[in-house]
């Protein structure tokens, strides 16, 4: 009679249904995230294009932007994700979604607070100046004092500098200044501090929410912006 061994049974491991749940959680976030970004390269495409209004422009990004950082978060803490930068390389989305790459990871503020366009047509110089975007939650706030809130907004950013200089802490407070510093007119045309603000937003949008910035860069920062602060109250 022939032998033969049996299977061990007990080394088969059955795939468990909290591993299809844990699967389904992962795919279902990560699609939301990849829908936030084909959403927000067709946004770029019809504003380079002209084909989307600078107000719908600047509340659907200020919107998308807010809902792509939620999702990053979400994802990083389930540890789907080691960063929204390292998920765009990996997939190639950096080469075929550049225009929503450099909008969500390296700038994440709408195109038209990094280069400011004031459209005379549809808003008014009181109505932009009036306004200004909060990205801790990503909607608008409307401000009754115009010049007041500038030198608050650029005082209370300078105390988190100071006291606090994580990114989660810093980015929101220097988003927030450039929304008004776009906003203003009468800024003089050497005014450096926007294109610098800029590059400081693109530095704090490479690193971990929770990392802090250097002694030195704090006080580079704490340089630039009392530079704007200097030129701002000489235009008000």
Excluded at 201 to 215: C, F, P, V
Aim: charge should be negative; include cysteine; aromatic fraction near 10%.
């Amino acid at each position: 009679m022939t032998s033969f061994n049996r299977p061990i049974i007990s080394d088969v491991k059955l795939f468990e249904s909290g591993g299809i749940s844990t699967e389904r959680d992962r795919m279902e976030k990560l699609a939301d995230l990849y829908e936030i970004v084909r959403a927000t390269e067709a946004l770029e495409t019809a504003y380079s294009r002209d084909a989307v209004k600078l107000e719908e422009y600047r509340e659907a990004c200020t919107k998308l932007i807010s809902q792509f950082k939620n999702k990053e978060a979400s994802l990083i803490t389930s540890k789907y994700i080691q960063s929204a930068d390292d998920y765009f390389k990996s997939n190639k989305y950096d080469i075929s979604y550049a225009s929503a790459y450099n909008r969500l990871v390296i700038f994440g503020i709408p195109q038209n607070v990094v280069h400011p366009v004031h459209d005379s047509k549809k808003e008014d110089k009181s109505s932009i100046l009036e306004m200004g975007a909060s990205f801790v939650t990503g909607t608008i706030v409307l401000y009754q004092s115009y010049n007041n809130n500038l030198i608050f907004i650029i005082i209370i950013a300078l105390d988190v500098i100071r006291m606090n200089p994580s990114k989660d802490n810093v980015h929101p407070q220097l988003g927030e200044l450039l929304v008004y510093l776009g906003a203003m007119h009468n800024l003089p045309p050497d005014f450096d501090g926007i294109p610098k603000l800029r590059k400081w937003i693109e530095r704090l949008n490479q690193m971990k929410a929770s990392e802090n910035l250097q002694e030195d860069q704090v006080r580079e920062l704490i340089f630039d912006v009392e530079a704007t602060y200097n030129t701002v109250k000489r235009c008000l």
